[in-house]
Each structure stands twice: as structure tokens, then as C-alpha cells.
């Protein structure tokens, strides 16, 4: 099992910047497949951005393309969101996801992810 705890979201003006984390607990982190994802009040969870197990390839929204960052850290097990330019069009539930073994590039869809962590707010104001 896989465990994920994201972190470092908040209230923030539009313009400003977050980095968001997940920390990851399990086996062989380094060979799953990470992504972020989020959810604002009455819509569906939609692709924000996902990296390969080494990180090697990423792959974004276009709605953030240019503004955000996936990166990670396979030696503290953690998965990074910076975000920059942030829109209030970006607040939202944001949620780190983990899949264990290979899939299409790139997985944008919510059902090939096995592990969600419990999601963290980010709200922009403007």
C-alpha cells in the first residue's frame, strides 16, 4: 500500500505562488507514477499535471501550462506542485495521486491512478 499526505496549500493573491507537496510512504515509490489533480465545488476532479517514475517526462494541463511545475524527489519519497501566476480560476481541492506500474503516456485520467492522498485547499483571491 501506498500511502500520500499533500501539503503547502492556502489563501493566496492572484499572482502569487504556492509549491505544494506529497509525501509518499510505501514500497518502491521511485517506480510508481505520480500526479496532481484537483476539484473545485461542484465539478469534477480534473488533470493538473503528472511525471513519470523517473522523472524524465511530465505532462500538464493546458489550463496550467507554463505556470506550473511537477517535479520529484524519489530519495525523500515526496512529489512537488509549484505553482506560479495563480488565478482564481485555480482555487481548488488539490490532490496528489500514485500509480504502481507502467501505463500510457501520459495517464491523464483519474481511473489509472491506484492511491489518492486526502487533497489540500488552495484558494486564490483576486
Known amino acids: 500500500q501506498v500511502q500520500l499526505v499533500e501539503s503547502g496549500g492556502g489563501l493566496v493573491q492572484a499572482g502569487g505562488s504556492l509549491r505544494l507537496s506529497c509525501a509518499a510512504s510505501g514500497r518502491t515509490f521511485s517506480s510508481y507514477i505520480m500526479g496532481w489533480f484537483r476539484q473545485a465545488p461542484g465539478k469534477e476532479r480534473e488533470f493538473v499535471a503528472t511525471i513519470s517514475w523517473s522523472g524524465s517526462r511530465t505532462n500538464y494541463a493546458d489550463s496550467v501550462k507554463g505556470r506550473f511545475t511537477i517535479s520529484r524527489d524519489n530519495a525523500k519519497n515526496t512529489v512537488y506542485l509549484q505553482m506560479n501566476m495563480l488565478k482564481p480560476e485555480d482555487t481548488a481541492v488539490y490532490y496528489c495521486?500514485?500509480?504502481?506500474?507502467?501505463?500510457?503516456?501520459?495517464?491523464?485520467?483519474?481511473?489509472?491512478?491506484?492511491?489518492w492522498g486526502q487533497g489540500t485547499q488552495v484558494t486564490v483571491s483576486s
Open positions: 495521486a500514485a500509480r504502481g506500474g507502467s501505463y500510457y503516456w501520459p495517464p491523464v485520467s483519474n481511473n489509472v491512478y491506484d492511491y
